[in-house]
């Protein structure tokens, strides 16, 4: 969690820099739905959907084999598929870079599709770079090393905000290109001494008739589609308000990134955590242990993701401003980021939820139920998308519509993970809903009282003293949180404060 908010923190000032030299329309709107498509393809072939397949299997093979030999081969036919696989795609994407983007986007006006194909021919090269660093990372988090992994994201902000900072004056957008594969490099180089060190290599290994590998592709497919819903929908919004007003685009994926920073440091993280420990108890028939996984899991992310979505939905217009708000980027940009913002927000806990019980069906090798699950969630975010984006909500329908989307689909697997395994410690888990719920109550009262306090300040955009203001609110709200949470009982926070003494 400690590097996710590291990384994000720099993807706050990745977005910083953007916006301040491109602004949030135009060019801008351009870059951030170019780039939207590789990143989703990475979620498709290697972090989503293909790692999701591959770990129950290196699990599997690690408790088998303990002296490494088979996961050593699936390893290296891993990365040989998605070599045979990847090049050439990217090949074929730069030649018919036009009618991918024709049918991707649809800037209204010429000049911006044209740089977006222009553009689409870089980025796109990307997607192979970050495809083999998703399966060193597999691989390092199955023997349980994450910190290195989770470290990994760093490199690739720094190299994007390197690049733009520097070359921005002389190649304008394209600097960011560069920096992106430059970026997608470096991570792979990063976990390459680790990845060696645990005893694996890079060699080849096209030989891909063999059970083990075939259970993971037998897998991948519907990983595929289950696993990288979520960036199926936001390709689809992407396309949408690519066809809305000028600005659209740029305040999806502004709100993203900001929606992303409690998402990647509280649900991915818990998620990277548990994953590969309920695959080892799946494979023991270890019912009890993935009882408990899959409650500890969700009360977790609860507790967490709560929090955070009432955080954004009161306070995320100061909140964007103090990041965003400068040069080329208005108070017309900020309005429009923080209203997609509030709407993804309502389904925060929600994906997150729906994320974490995907891998525990993943582990249990049961890909049917997510890819049936997710099947419907991508028609009701299209159907719900296509209506409230012709109203008045516009881009903020977008967000609205997967939000009611996700939490359908979360109660669906909810449901179905009971019936699998007979209980779920449900009481338990209600136990914590209330909880946080009454918890909610001060920290929706303090933050409508330190905005009504401090609304002077706020005009002014970015500025020092709107830093601190935001920060003091955060601190202030984390405290209140932590202190009702421990007041109403909630369990999971006292056992990691009295294991914190322990070690102490």
Known sequence: MGCTLMSRLLGFLRIAVIGAIFGASGVADVWNAVFTIPNNFR??????????AFIPALSSALLEDEQRILARRITRSIISFQLALLL?????????????????????????????????RWVFCYLVFISISAVLMAV????????????????????????TLLLHKYFGIFSMAFGILLGGLAQICFQLPVFFKAGYDLKFNFHFRYDHFKQILKAWVPVLVSASIFAVTQQIAVLFASGLEDGSTSALSNALVFWQLPFGIFSASIVTVLFPRMSRQAALNDRSGLIESLSYGLRFILILLIPAAFIYIIMGR????????????????????????????????SLGGFTFLQRFYYS??????????SALVGIMDIILSLWLKETFLRVT??????????????????????????????GVIFRTVCRTALSMLPLTGFLLLYLRITDKFWTTGSSIINLILVLIALLISSAIVVGMYLITGIDIVRDIIRERIKRK
């Open 88 to 120: 050439p795609l990217v090949f074929t994407a730069v030649i018919f870079a036009r009618p991918i983007i024709d049918i991707l986007l649809s800037f209204p006006e010429a000049y911006k599709m044209k740089l977006s194909v222009e553009l689409f």
């Open 397 to 426: 329908g977008l967000a609205i519509a997967n939000s009611i989307a996700f939490s359908i689909g979360f109660l669906l697997l909810l449901f179905g993970a009971r019936k699998k395994l007979g209980s779920l410690n449900g």
């Open 318 to 349: 100061e909140i964007i401003k103090v990041a965003l708000q400068r040069l080329l980027f208005t108070e017309k940009n900020t309005v429009w980021a923080s209203r997609v913002l509030s709407g993804y927000s309502l389904g925060l806990f």
């Open 43 to 52: 979620k498709l072939l290697a972090e989503g959907a293909l790692s999701s």
């Open 140 to 163: 390092l988090n199955s023997h349980n090393i994450f910190i290195i992994p989770a470290l990994t994201p760093l490199l690739f902000s720094i190299a994007v905000i390197g690049s």
């Open 364 to 373: 249990l090798k049961d890909f049917r139920t997510p890819l049936i699950v």
